[in-house]
């Protein structure tokens, strides 16, 4: 048996059903928190048991844990051909794996039930990060015997051979009760890749971070003059590491405070903020003095939680963002959004609930038309049907993933 999968400790009786859910909770994207918070939120309103909790796939255990030089080790990555990348990562992954992962899974394991694997965007493959969680996390929990299931994921579709070769050999020791992901572009990629070996296709789900209202609350939103407009900055770094960018560096620096620029001339108020990653905090510091030259109208936001995240976009009459957990909360507290295109689980989330038309390419659009595109978003606002019918799928799927796991 591998070492990292030595049991810890004597495990305490079992009486309620305690879930684990193991995700990515306390990453520096505080959207990995969102999501992790309100499915443990609704685990518990559903019937689980309230120690309920997550364990963090990267043993991180609060919120604020930033890993040093994070943007410069994806420049770094980013600029090694696949091979040689995969060869680099092995030995660090291989070492935190029996040191720390394994360890911190188990004692986690020790307190729970049931496992649910899940949410974000897990199955995915860049540098065989989530390859080798995964795979430690469903053999850590075969190894304590726990039944699981696969929920709420979003699915990659660029898989090295390596990656592939340990999920597959994880899922055939350790198969799910059940596979419930994200989207549909998701369901047809494991159905085609991975649910042969796992015995399981997958169902489509509502993301657990449509709950954010029924998680963190209502939130007041500005009645004073003209709207409030949230400008969600992320990376160049980070669009680039997990998908095609096709706008430069500092082609979509100017596009950020050009949008600004043009919605605080048409009335506007903005407020700038990011879900937290250290490389997106580094941009929103660069163009600090730039916001602030556009005078009072424009703020700055820095959440430290993500109940702080979801009160910052909650607060917006629209939203305009890169990150797909900014537009999801936003979302559930029914703030229309502008997305912003680089991958395909924002395309497949606009499509979920219909407002498709609302994606654009910075790479296509002038900033300057983008803001009337906003405002006129603000002033729309959702569809009412549509937005209540997700948010009731969303708690339901929830019930089914209790289900799976209690039956």
Known sequence: MDKSLEPVG??????????ACMNVKYSPNLGDGLLSEC?????????????????????????????TGRGLVMSALEALPDG?????????????????????YLEGLCKADAVAIGGGNLLSDHDLNFPTKLALALRSAGASNLPLAIYACGMGGHWTREGERRMRKALALSSPRAVFLRDEISKTRWDARFADTAGQKAEVVRDPGLLAQ???????????????????????VAVRYHAEARISETGLMRWYVDIARTLVRAGARVIVFTNGAGEDQTVQQALAPEFARLG?????????????????????????????HALIAGYSYAVPSLALKWDDKVDAFLASIDRSKWLLDP?????????????????????????A?????????VAKLYAALAA
Request: with cysteine; proline share 5%; glycine share 8%.
């Open 84 to 104: 040689a990348r995969n060869l680099v990562v092995r030995a660090p992954l291989a070492l935190q794996s029996r040191r720390k992962w394994g360890p911190h």
């Open 39 to 67: 499915l443990e939120h609704a685990l518990i309103a559903q019937g689980a048991a309230s120690e309920t909790a997550s364990i963090d796939l990267a043993g991180r255990s609060s919120y604020g844990q930033q890993m």
């Open 389 to 397: 019918a997700a948010i009731a799928e969303a708690r339901a799927d």
């Open 214 to 236: 029924d998680t963190y609350g209502p939130v007041e939103r500005s009645t004073g003059d003209g709207p409030v407009i949230g400008l969600g900055v992320m990376s160049h």
């Open 363 to 387: 790479a296509e659009i002038r900033a300057e038309a983008a803001a009337w595109e906003a405002l006129k978003a603000a002033e729309q606002g959702v569809d009412a049907a549509v937005h």
């Open 296 to 324: 009072p109208a424009v703020t700055q936001a820095r959440p430290q939680t993500p109940r702080e995240l979801a009160h910052v976009v909650g607060s917006c009459h629209a939203l305009v963002a890169f990150r797909m």
């Open 10 to 19: 004597q495990c305490a009786d079992r009486r309620a059903l305690r879930v």
